[in-house]
Nanobody
């Protein structure tokens, strides 16, 4: 299984970005898929999760601003990020869990700055 994240970039505070995570193979067999982020000098932080049945969950710092979704036909995971703040600046990673195995993609950098 390979995961390829994309969509990062430079955005002004208050702006929006949509991250994508393309998955090799079907996303239907995953127990859950998530986004994590890691800011410079900080520990990795969980951002959002979508379970196999479609239920979603969010970290407190992004609740109400970010939306996780997936397109089963395209085998792609998304993270819509609105009302971005400078503290959202980080490398964002997508992950997937199948059984007891976690798969991680490479990160995509999001920079929120004026």
């Amino acid at each position: 299984v390979q995961l390829q994240a994309s969509g990062g970039g430079l955005v002004q505070p208050g702006g929006s970005l949509r991250l994508s995570c393309a998955v090799s193979g079907s996303t239907r067999n995953f127990k859950s898929m998530s986004w994590y982020r890691q800011a410079p000098g900080q520990e990795r932080e969980w951002v959002a999760r979508i379970y196999g049945g479609g239920t979603t969950d969010y970290g407190d710092s992004v609740k109400g601003r970010f939306t996780i979704s997936r397109d089963l036909a395209r085998n792609t995971l998304y993270l819509q990020m609105n009302s971005l703040k400078p503290e959202d600046t980080a490398v964002y990673f997508c992950t997937a869990v199948r059984g007891i195995t976690s798969f991680w993609g490479q990160g995509t950098l999001v920079t929120v700055s004026s």
